[in-house]
């Protein structure tokens, strides 16, 4: 499992110190250039989350979905 943020301003040196900061246990990294598009990730703030099959199995928009996420990730860290 990867987090993966699309934030062009934020380095993997940043998101690594974030990781760190709020211990999580998987690794990050930055998005291929296709990925959003990809995705059809269309305004800032969107959420998605892929399983290891690439499918896309949650999905939530701007300001939504925040207290759902340690759900989200304890889902797809199980498989």
């Known amino acids: 499992m990867y987090l993966v943020r699309a934030d062009p301003s ?3 040196e940043y998101l690594e110190g974030y990781r760190k900061e709020l211990d ?8 291929d250039p296709g ?3 990809n995705f ?3 305004s800032q703030s969107s ?3 892929v399983d290891g099959n690439g499918i896309i199995t949650y999905r939530d928009g701007y300001g939504r979905g925040r207290d759902s996420w340690e759900s989200v990730f304890a889902e797809l860290a199980a498989q």
């Open 24 to 31: 999580y246990p998987w690794p990050v990294t930055v998005p």
């Open 40 to 42: 059809r990730i269309l």
């Open 47 to 49: 959420k998605a989350a």
């Open 10 to 12: 934020e380095t993997l």
């Open 35 to 37: 990925m959003l598009k």
